[in-house]
């Protein structure tokens, strides 16, 4: 883990270089438009101000997804007890300064109607920075995405190959990807089967569409966790103190009740599916189960 750990560092130190670039690229070189921050971009007539709003955090949800991943992995971080907690504040909060001052960046760069303007196949990103710094910035810009996705998808890979591993630890998944490999201590064989469930929804959808059907699917196990936590407190089986216990737990909840409430409602046909893709798991799991139900408990396998 140490290996992959390094190189995510390496590209979201770079990442996070490019952005700061950017950023002081719009606050010293932009001229702000006049009422080029105020001016508004109403929505259509018949699309209601709930729905652009809620519709906006599917985009918005997805720069500040990230955090969760970290407890997929919190069995090999040293003191997670202190450094899990410490690592998704500063991650979060990091992340929330970056997006607010890039964003604001792209105001002064361009006016809103021009940024509401750009194509589905065009990037605000790389059109700011084209008229903040000409063709280079543009092309900059464009190298940090794919430095950007680059080290996202070793993050990914490192994270959710676990929940695979884990899952088969506990017999709800292949016994294959419980193996360790002997030389790296790694999940190598969970990291195949994660290689390949995310080849085939790569191929499957646009990214616009994948990114809101993962936001979707995300926070109804969001709402799921509040409600795992609020039961394991009560049944004892967390012994220590919970932060805001049980408000934020009741207050997480509702909004992803409402939040997948009014995306269903609005974009049923990507909810729906969203929904199916979920749904298909219920026959593995039933399977695994009744599997596991009929063998006799195993030896623990190794740990990474």
Known sequence: MSGSGQLSNVFTAAKIGGILLL?????????????GTSAAVVPPQEVSLTSAFFGALLSVFWAYDGWVDLSFVTGEIKKPRRNVPR??????????????????????ALPLAQLAA??????????????????????????????????TLNAVMLSHSRIH??????????????????RYRTP???LLYTLAWSSLLIVSGSFERLTDLVIFATFLFY????????????QGRIPGPVPGYPYVQIVLLLFALIFTGHTLITQPTQSLL???????????????????RMQPKSKPSQEI
Do not use: D
Request: glycine share 12%; hydrophobic share 55%; proline share 4%.
């Open 23 to 35: 950023i002081l690229a719009g606050l010293f070189l932009a001229s702000p438009n006049p009422g």
């Open 87 to 108: 690592a998704i504040v500063g991650g979060v909060s990091v992340a929330v300064v970056l997006y607010v001052l890039v964003n604001y960046a792209y105001l002064r």
């Open 118 to 151: 750009v194509g589905p196949n065009e990037i605000g990103a790389a059109t700011a920075a084209e008229a903040l710094l000409g063709r280079w910035g543009k092309t900059g810009v464009t190298v940090l995405i794919l430095m950007s996705v680059f080290g």
């Open 165 to 182: 591993f884990r899952m088969a630890q506990e017999r709800y998944f292949f016994q294959s990807a419980a193996a360790v490999h002997p």
């Open 188 to 190: 190598h064989r969970a």
């Open 223 to 234: 709402g799921l966790l509040a409600v795992a936590v609020i039961k394991m407190k009560r």
């Open 274 to 292: 969203g929904l199916g893709l979920i749904l298909t798991g219920l026959p593995f799991y039933a399977y695994f189960r009744q599997k596991a």
